[in-house]
Nanobody
Framework: QVQLVESGGGLVQAGGSLRLDCAAS????????MGWFRQAPGKEREFVAA????????YYADSAKGRFTISRVNANNTVNLQMNSLRPEDTALYYC????????????????????WGQGTQVTVSS
């Protein structure tokens, strides 16, 4: 069984930065892709970014490009999301997810491709 635990959320002013961390554990943890999603109140869960575990190739939603950076540390089974130039519309519950089988890039934005999910960490950006 794989467990994902997010941390690093909080309250920040617009224009500020936060770094989210996701720690993975489990005897058989061997993802193909790790992703970050977010869900704001009253809205559907949406894709933010994903990274291939072996190659490090990264993929971003348009809303994240140029502001967010996803990275991973394989030895520690962690994936991070550095978020800069935050905006009030970035306010959401942010989830870490693991995909254990290969999904083509065009499907990485789909939450159904991911097998394991964390509980989420809240990010609030004030104006």
């Amino acid at each position: 069984q794989v467990q994902l635990v997010e941390s690093g959320g909080g309250l920040v002013q617009a224009g500020g930065s936060l770094r989210l961390d996701c720690a993975a554990s489990g005897r058989t943890f061997s993802p193909v892709t790790m992703g970050w999603f977010r869900q704001a109140p009253g809205k559907e869960r949406e894709f933010v970014a994903a990274i291939r575990w072996n190659s490090g190739n990264a993929y971003y939603a348009d809303s994240a490009k140029g502001r967010f950076t996803i990275s991973r540390v394989n030895a520690n089974n962690t994936v991070n999301l550095q978020m800069n130039s935050l905006r009030p519309e970035d306010t959401a519950l942010y989830y870490c997810a693991a995909d254990t089988s290969f999904s083509p890039p065009r499907r990485l934005q789909l939450s159904l491709e991911y097998d394991y999910w964390g509980q989420g960490t809240q990010v609030t950006v004030s104006s």
